[in-house]
């Protein structure tokens, strides 16, 4: 790590040098974090607080909230049937490899997501032709190839997703329609066979409280466990509605733990109509702390997972018109009330943590050929700070050269800048700048920079 320390201002004599572009004033917000990160809370308990993530926001400030915050991961779309072999017999791995790797870099567990689904399968599978003796082979191999590759990597399995319709009976799947209803208990002694020490789940929607659905639900798992088949867990998803949380969620976690096996909230977001105001995020916080404190008042259930982080990266928006604002972030990635809700429910002080009720702006002062000079401003507001950490991560390969009025390093693209002995101190109502030069190529995104 190169430590680039300065306390002088020599901002005029490079400006002055460069061929100034002008201010190009591109601002970031800052984003916060609790006091205490979620998944050190989470850790004490012995519960998972999990994110689904894609292999493509693994870097920058996702990453670091990503590691920072959360204990598991799923991979959103990565490690699905049309993903992993988009033709038959070809692989690619690339995305999934991708966020396994992370996961163990950080100390995560991995919920794999998903083997036997009526969803996301490659053309070459639904516009097959395959005699049921051929699909079974397929099944068996892809459940197989796809495990294995991960033994030992992933903890848990969502074996089977969403084989139900709303009233209870079977979804008439290429799997039921191909193989009958034993296409589940097939497919989950397949799973075991190919990683033993993997949790084996069946994960479905709309079957948090206790209805039509999840009692179908509760009865093929009742089945299952008193035929010997194995099965360790339901993954009840939790796409909920703002003011439509079920009021028998704990009661549904209850009965189904009673049968035997574990239960996770697996996909959870609170989706609002937009826009998002002060009263429908109190609202929703209110609610996403509901469901945390159902999952935790029962033993069996495992934790919670939530579908995405940040609303910025949320599948909500795309297939629900006009609602949005589902996850605990925003689009700008800082922390909503949902977040200090989750925060406070594992125990947590649900309590802004340092920098809180500060922001930090990023502004690219100028730029030339291939140095430019950027400032970052730390604005308090209510809180006072007695000393700050900025921090980000540069996404194009940006090196920073000299700083003032901070004490910055650069470890790869990981920047972190602290104050000097003389502006640690910032006043509600006050704020600080330091300034940096540094080098670029190609372009020059501004970064989110996150206080800590
Ligand atoms: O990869 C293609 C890209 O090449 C193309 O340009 C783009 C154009 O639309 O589409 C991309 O694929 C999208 C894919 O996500 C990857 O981003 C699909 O259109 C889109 O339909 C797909 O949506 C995913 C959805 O599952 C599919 O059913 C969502 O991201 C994902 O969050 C969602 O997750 C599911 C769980 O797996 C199961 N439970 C419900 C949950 C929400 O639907």
């Not at 009233?167 to 989950?188: K, M, V």
């Not at 209110?286 to 259930?301: F, G, H």
């Not at 949902?338 to 920098?355: K, M, N």
Request: contains cysteine; negative net charge.
């Amino acid at each position: 790590m190169r430590s680039l320390r300065s306390g002088f201002s020599l901002a005029s004599a490079v400006v002055g040098a460069a061929a100034t572009l002008g201010a190009l004033l591109a601002a970031a917000p800052a984003a916060h974090a609790a006091d205490v990160p979620l998944r050190e809370s989470a850790d004490a308990k012995g519960k998972v607080i999990g994110t689904a993530a894609g292999g493509s926001h693994l870097t920058g400030a996702r990453g670091e909230i990503t590691g920072r915050e959360f204990n598991w991961l799923t991979p959103e779309n990565a490690m699905k049937w049309e993903a992993v072999e988009p033709s038959r017999g070809t692989y690619n791995w690339a995305e999934a490899d991708r966020i396994v790797d992370f996961a163990q870099a950080h100390g995560q567990q991995v919920r794999g997501h998903t083997l036997v689904w009526h969803s996301q399968n490659p053309s070459w599978l639904t516009g097959g032709s395959f005699t049921p003796a051929e699909l079974r082979t397929i099944l068996q191999n892809h459940i197989s190839t796809e495990m294995t590759r991960y033994k030992g990597k992933v903890a848990a399995w969502d074996v089977v997703n969403e084989a139900f319709n709303e009233d209870g009976t079977y979804r008439q799947s290429l799997w039921y329609t191909g193989l009958g209803t034993d296409y589940i208990a097939d497919a989950l002694t397949w799973a075991r066979a190919a990683d033993p020490a993997a949790k084996l789940y069946i994960n479905d929607y709309n079957v948090e409280g206790v209805n039509a659905k999840s009692t179908a639900l509760y009865n093929l798992v009742k089945s299952l466990k008193e035929r010997g088949v194995p099965i360790d867990g339901v993954g009840l998803q939790a796409h909920l509605i703002l003011g439509q949380v079920p009021s028998t969620l704990q009661q549904n976690i209850q009965r189904f733990a009673d049968l035997g096996v574990d239960v996770a909230i697996t996909e959870l977001d609170i989706r609002m109509q937009l826009p998002a105001t002060q009263a429908k995020l109190a609202q929703q916080a209110a609610e996403y702390k509901a469901v945390m404190n159902a999952c935790l008042a029962v033993a069996r259930c495992t934790g919670v997972t939530v579908w995405g982080f940040n609303d910025a990266d949320s599948w909500v928006p795309d297939v629900f018109d006009g609602y949005g604002a589902a996850t605990p972030y925003d689009e700008n990635l800082a922390p909503k009330p949902a977040y200090y809700a989750i925060a406070e429910s594992l125990g947590g002080t649900g309590q802004p943590g340092p920098g809180d009720g500060c922001k930090a702006t990023y502004s690219v002062v100028s730029q030339w050929n291939t140095g430019f000079t950027g400032q970052v401003r730390i604005d308090c507001a209510g809180t006072a700070l007695a000393s700050w950490k900025a921090n980000w991560t540069f996404a194009a390969g940006q090196r920073i050269s000299q700083a003032w009025n901070a004490n910055c390093t650069q470890s790869g693209t990981a920047v972190s800048c602290s104050n000097l002995s003389y502006n640690g101190t910032v006043p509600a109502g006050g704020s600080v700048t330091f300034g940096f030069n540094g080098t670029w190529s190609g372009s020059n995104p501004v970064p989110v920079v996150t206080l800590g």
